[in-house]
């Protein structure tokens, strides 16, 4: 079956950066597009940035230049780079395929 775990967030200070990182599981990963979203208490899930599996990214303008989407095929893992972490970042983190989310990672900037 499908999974994905999502790993890598925790408390940083503004400022500062956090890598994410997803493991999937149960499809084929090489062939796949995958997303970040973010979502914060009483509102909806915010895409943030997915790469598609020619490796072209695409961001959204509130984290353009400081987040960035990768992936490694042959660890079936999909990052995601945060840099110049702000306060308004803080949110629970979620990497997706094909509406498929994992329990997802805490992220808390301060």
């Known amino acids: 079956h499908v999974q994905l775990v999502e790993s890598g967030g925790g408390s940083v200070q503004a400022g500062g950066s956090l890598t994410l990182s997803c493991t999937a599981s149960?499809?084929?990963?090489?062939?796949?597009?995958m997303a970040w979203y973010r979502q914060t208490p009483g509102n909806d899930c915010e895409l943030l940035s997915y790469?598609?599996?020619?490796?072209?990214?695409h961001s959204v303008d509130s984290v353009k230049g400081r987040f960035t989407i990768s992936l490694d095929n042959a660890k079936k893992t999909v990052y995601l780079q945060m840099n110049s972490l702000k306060t308004e970042d803080t949110a629970m983190y979620y990497c997706?395929?094909?509406?498929?989310r994992g329990q997802g990672t805490q992220v808390t900037v301060s």
């Open positions: 790469i598609n599996s020619d490796g072209s990214t």
């Open positions: 997706d395929w094909n509406g498929v």
């Open positions: 149960g499809f084929s990963f090489g062939e796949a597009d």
